[in-house]
């Protein structure tokens, strides 16, 4: 030990004090709710609350840590609502452009309630996302529970035919919002809607949203949205997106999956096993979720930290 240079003195300080700046950021999930000890598949997501009746469901359940709703332009059909007939950013999922709960509504309703809930926020268009700034500037810099800010920037598989929000645009908007995580996917064509049951994220699609992140300066926590049935047929390719990941901040995954998705289960576990269930959130329906086996998946938990912290003291009274 005594044999160590002050570089690697200095380079155990700068791992001590990052460790304990993402142990004590209380808008990172992973800490925001400590029950799960770190492993980011425990937490339960509530998907597409894009109504009244949704929101409260999702707001009083015991279970429901995440809540997931979908932002497009459109016509808020609310009985109190003076301005009927404008058009504002609005909970639906396209096609549908009308619903009784508007963004300023949803966002209101989560921070009264102080449920001890994280949202993510998926924005449809650039054009949603740039009408939502002046309600987001408002609210975010007051929030205390984790936020996602998410979009598909990147067309990806399989020959995916939605176009994606614009890249730069949502990008360089989100990156004002640091205490925010950034969701950031691609457009897929798969499953039963589509019928297509076979396909996969090559390292084209990975190096596309890599140049993209790179270019806009990208320093908050990303995560990238892949979907379960694609996922599992690319392990190499996104194990490689998370190495390429490895200097960003707090990179994880979030694994995502619509009903009838066709879905190798024992490849996705063998996926999220390799990647850690500290960097991997699950929202999937409940039939794939039973049939995933990743019980032995790494995990580096705050008392990890601790653990860490403990043996870098020792190392440097030994050095000292």
């Not at 490689?240 to 066709?262: F, I, R, Y």
């Amino acid at each position: 030990m005594k044999s160590l240079t002050s570089t690697a003195v200095s380079l155990l300080f700068l791992a001590l004090i990052q460790a304990v700046m993402c142990a004590n950021n209380s808008m990172v999930p992973a800490n925001y709710f400590s029950n799960i000890n770190g492993n980011l598949t425990k937490i339960v997501w509530a998907h597409a609350v894009n109504s009244k009746a949704e929101l409260e469901t999702a707001l009083t359940s015991g279970d429901i840590m995440m809540i997931e709703g979908d932002i497009v332009l459109g016509k808020w059909n609310s009985s109190d609502n003076t301005s009927i007939n404008e058009t504002i950013p609005i909970m639906a999922h396209p096609p549908m452009n009308e619903s009784d709960l508007s963004l300023e509504k949803f966002l209101s309703t989560v921070i009264d309630k102080n449920a001890k809930k994280g949202i993510k926020l998926d924005f449809k268009s650039i054009e949603a996302f740039n009408a939502s700034k002046p309600i987001l500037d408002k609210v975010l810099n007051d929030v205390q529970f984790p936020v996602f800010l998410n979009a598909d920037i990147i067309g990806g598989p399989v020959k995916a035919v939605t176009t994606p929000v614009d890249a730069k645009a949502f990008l360089s908007l989100a990156k004002t919002y640091p205490e925010c995580t950034l969701s950031v996917g691609w457009t897929t064509r798969y499953g039963g809607k589509d019928n297509v049951t076979e396909g996969a994220y090559t390292d084209k699609h990975i190096q596309e949203m890599l140049d993209k992140l790179k270019e806009q300066n990208i320093t908050q926590p990303i995560t990238y949205p892949v979907r379960a049935g694609l996922a599992a047929n690319s392990i190499s390719v996104i194990k490689s997106l998370m190495t390429k990941s490895s200097d960003m901040k707090n990179a994880t995954l979030t694994v995502w999956s619509s009903e009838g998705d066709k879905v190798d289960a024992a490849q996705l576990s063998t996926l999220i096993k390799d990647i850690g269930v500290t960097k991997v959130y699950l929202d999937v329906p409940q039939e794939l979720m039973k049939n995933l086996h990743f019980s032995g998946a790494s995990s580096f938990t705050v008392t990890s930290i601790t653990l860490v912290m403990s043996l870098v003291t020792v190392a440097l009274s030994t050095i000292l």
